[in-house]
């Protein structure tokens, strides 16, 4: 293949991966602990100014892996009845780097054994592409990269709005969600003077169950959860279950389809942080180039006397 052949194909590989997997907000590993992530119904769940961080290294040592950094803080308002939230990411993978910015509005209709939450969110994605970054072996050589002329060596941004709906309902021990974080199918275009590429961001539909069973006054399991389905993709699911010791320390593992399993530590500082890491150990074929994935978590939460007295905040866990 010449030089403008393989200038194209990589090109038009990178931006599909970055328009299916990059273009919406990665399913992080711990996202149980931080679901307004995935369903803007959950602002205010947790009633208490709650504020999140997760950064995810994914697939060590494989160059141009995607990194993942998420901040989320959440409240609620009005006796509980309102929710607001707001989620700031940033993911990277290769040569592509996308900002999303969305935020998230709730109201919560009190039933007899527990309650509903209606969610709606609204932000934008802006993505960033710089190929000036990549090196091409140039034809007719064992070495050299193609030239900084090259129509396809340059930088590319495009700014895409979008918004999202979802259900929450919850009690002391058992929570369903149903989410559709992007209601827009976004068309991403890469346009050059030497070709046109059109592809387009496909709806995901979110479904998350959980349920706490208590085993003894010190110890319980937290069973859970999360099926994706997403228009033009194959389905895919989590289930996971972590062990919780005094309502201090949790231990769980997570079966993930296709990319394997995950290691699962929380950790309750005090009343106001929590630490939490995840280790994906992969079994698909990138196991031979990769050692797996990283993910860690910071949670602060506080009650706020003018907006929370005399309201029960759920325990973290």
Not at 271 to 279: D, P, S
Request: charged share 15%.
């Amino acid at each position: 293949m010449n030089r403008l052949s393989i200038c194209t194909l990589l090109s038009m590989m990178l931006l599909a991966s970055m328009a299916y997997g990059q273009q919406q907000r990665p399913i992080q590993s711990l996202y149980m602990f931080d679901q307004l992530l995935i369903n803007p119904a959950y602002a205010g769940s947790q009633v208490q100014l709650s504020a999140t961080s997760i950064y995810r290294n994914q697939w060590v040592n494989l160059d141009g892996a995607p990194k993942t950094f998420t901040f989320s803080a959440q409240s609620s308002f009005v006796r509980g009845r309102m929710g607001l939230g707001i989620v700031l990411g940033k993911d990277v993978i290769g040569v592509h780097e996308d900002f999303s910015l969305y935020a998230s509005y709730a109201y919560k209709i009190k039933m007899p054994n527990g309650s509903l939450s209606m969610g709606l969110m609204a932000g934008f994605n802006s993505l960033q592409s710089d190929f000036t970054k990549t090196t091409v072996p140039t034809a007719g050589t064992g070495g050299g990269v193609a030239g900084s002329s090259d129509p396809f060596y340059r930088e590319t941004n495009a700014m895409n709005p979008n918004f999202g709906t979802g259900l929450f309902y919850t009690n002391k021990e058992f929570y369903f969600g149903f989410s559709v974080p992007y209601l827009l199918n976004n068309e991403i275009i890469q346009d050059t003077e030497l070709a046109v590429e059109t592809v387009k961001n496909t709806r995901n539909y979110l479904i998350s169950i959980g349920n706490t069973f208590p085993m003894s006054p010190d110890f319980k399991i937290i069973g859970s959860t999360l099926l994706r389905f997403q228009e033009g993709a194959p389905f895919s699911f989590d289930i996971n279950a972590n062990g919780v010791f005094k309502d201090v320390v949790g231990l769980g593992v997570s079966y993930r389809l296709v990319e394997g399993m995950v290691y699962l530590f929380e950790l309750k500082i005090n009343e106001n942080f929590h630490v939490g890491y995840a280790y994906d150990m992969t079994t698909s074929g990138l196991n031979t180039v990769s050692n797996g994935s990283h993910e860690f978590l910071l949670n602060y939460r506080i009650r706020i006397p003018t907006l929370h007295k005399g309201l029960e905040c759920p325990s973290y866990f």
